[in-house]
């Protein structure tokens, strides 16, 4: 059993019975009842509070005339996924802007946030590069059929109809292989640069594993922007009209 991060142990300590009793009612049994929240989970849990203050701050300072450094970089990141859409998906993108801002902010802090002491990447852990794909890989198939209709699953048909049967095997095993490319590239890489900023800081804590944080930072944006633009990709094909 992993050693318990202190916000783990708060939320363990704040928490505990009410989790414990809700995981037996879904027929869960957690190996301690006494700390039933995992290190993941509580760090998914403190990504989500600090994206909330941190979208509160923004909202409380907008300003059409004087807006201020964070209001820059929001209107910075709106505009360069947005660019990103328009070059992608076309005609309509604006109604996926919201989404996929949503999900990269999420994964960049997730990757980001093990660069703090005492705290680690929520993302290094599978479960959760897993549950990211996961939502991605459902949210762009009701898409799909939301722009489409049911005429969504020729999309899987091929422009053969004799071949039809064969294609739509093999068009579902490779939608279903997407969320085990999203989630291994993500937790991969972020998994390889925590425990390599991790191994450098134990043997050299000073200088050398500077430049390592540098590169898990690297990676860490790298990775935020390669997942989001699979996302807009599949996005793409997924709304696109037949003709």
Sequence with gaps: ?????PFTALLNRLFAGPVTALLHALGIHPHDAHAPIPNY???QILVFILLVLFFVIVRSRLSVGKPGILQHMMEGVHGFVSGLGKEIVGHGHERFDSFLIT???FILTANL????PSLESPTAIPSVPLGCA?????????QGFRTNGIGYVKHFMGPVMALAPLMFVIEIISHLARVMSLTVRLFA???AGDM?????????PIGVPVVFLGLHLGVS???TYIFVLLATVYLSEAAAHEH
């Design 1 to 5: 059993m992993h050693e318990q991060l």
């Design 41 to 43: 989970v509580a760090m």
């Design 103 to 105: 999900l990269g902010l």
């Design 113 to 116: 946030i093990g660069m703090i």
């Design 134 to 142: 996961i939502v991605t890989w459902f949210y762009y198939h009701t």
């Design 189 to 191: 890489n972020i998994f």
């Design 196 to 204: 390599l900023t991790l191994a450098f800081f134990s043997l050299v």
């Design 221 to 223: 944006l790298i990775q």
